[in-house]
C-alpha cells in the first residue's frame, strides 16, 4: 500500500506548476473555512494537479464553463468491498455517456474522500484522432498523484450499472446507500457489502481535443470546485 502524504505537494516535479497550485489551493482553503457547511463538507475535498499525469495543456487553457445552466451529472459508486465505478451523464434522466470501473476499491475511495484532496485523473494513449476524447476505451488512472491501475471504458453498461442509474434518476445529487437488485440482496450484501453512491453536479470544462475536466459544484454554494476529475489524450 503506497504512503499517503499529507501535503498534496508532495514529489511535485514542475516547481512553476508548484507554485501556482499551492496559491490556488491556499485561496480555496479560505473561502472554504468561511462558507456554511452544506451536505459535501463532510468529504472535505480541494482541487490539487496530480504528478503522475499531464494536465499541463489542461491547466493552461481558460477555464470557461462548457455548460451553464444546464451542469453535467457524475456519479461514483460501487460495493463497499467491491470496485467503484464512474458514471457521467448532461442530466439524471439521461443514458451515461461515460461509464468506467476505476481500478480501485469503494472502501480505498472512501478514504480518499475523508483525507484533504480527491483529484481523479485518467488519461489516454492514442495515435488517432478519430474518436472523440470520452470514446477513447483504455485508460490510465490516477488518484491523488498515484497511479493506481488502467481500466477499459464500458461499451454496454452491465445490470448492476442499470440498476444503480434507473434508482437515481429522479437525483441530481447526494450520497448514501442503495438496495441490492433483488435477486443479489442477500449475496451481495454478505460478499460485497453495501452498495453506496455519491452523485454531484459538475462543470464541464474542455481545454482542447485532447483534455476535458469537471469540477464539483459544491451545493452550500462555497467558492471553488471540490472535486475533479480529468481526462487527457496524450499522443
Excluded at 452544506?38 to 496530480?50: A, E, N, S, V, Y
Excluded at 461515460?98 to 476499491?105: A, D, K, Q, R
Excluded at 434507473?166 to 454478505?190: F, I, N, W, Y
Excluded at 452498495?195 to 459538475?202: H, S
Aim: glycine share 8%; hydrophobic share 40%.
Amino acid at each position: 500500500m503506497p504512503t499517503v502524504h499529507s501535503s498534496p505537494f508532495h514529489q511535485m516535479e514542475n516547481p512553476a506548476l508548484l507554485s501556482l497550485l499551492q496559491q490556488t489551493t491556499g485561496d480555496k482553503r479560505s473561502a472554504k473555512s468561511s462558507s456554511s457547511g452544506g451536505f459535501f463538507r463532510m468529504f472535505k475535498l480541494f482541487p490539487m494537479l496530480t504528478s503522475g499525469c499531464k494536465m499541463v495543456a489542461l491547466l493552461g487553457r481558460p477555464r470557461k464553463a462548457l455548460l451553464t445552466d444546464n451542469a453535467t451529472t457524475g456519479t461514483l459508486f460501487g460495493h463497499r468491498k467491491g470496485r467503484v465505478s464512474l458514471a457521467i451523464q448532461e442530466n439524471p434522466h439521461c443514458v451515461p455517456i461515460f461509464v468506467i470501473e476505476l481500478p480501485m476499491l469503494t472502501s480505498a475511495f472512501h478514504k480518499e474522500m475523508g483525507s484533504d484532496i480527491v483529484r481523479l485523473a485518467l488519461e489516454s494513449e492514442t495515435k488517432t484522432h478519430k474518436k472523440k476524447l470520452l470514446e477513447e476505451f483504455v485508460w490510465a488512472v490516477y488518484c491523488n498523484g498515484r497511479k493506481i491501475g488502467y481500466c477499459i471504458r464500458r461499451k454496454n453498461m452491465t445490470d448492476d450499472e442499470l440498476h444503480v442509474m434507473q434508482l437515481l434518476r429522479g437525483v441530481s445529487m447526494g450520497a448514501g446507500v442503495l438496495p441490492s437488485p433483488s435477486d443479489q440482496k442477500e449475496t451481495a450484501a454478505a460478499a460485497d457489502g453495501d452498495l453506496t453512491y455519491m452523485r454531484a453536479r459538475f462543470e464541464r470544462v474542455v481545454g482542447s481535443k485532447d483534455s476535458e475536466a469537471l469540477y464539483m459544484i459544491n451545493p452550500d454554494g462555497a467558492a471553488g470546485p471540490e472535486l475533479s476529475i480529468f481526462f487527457v489524450r496524450v499522443h
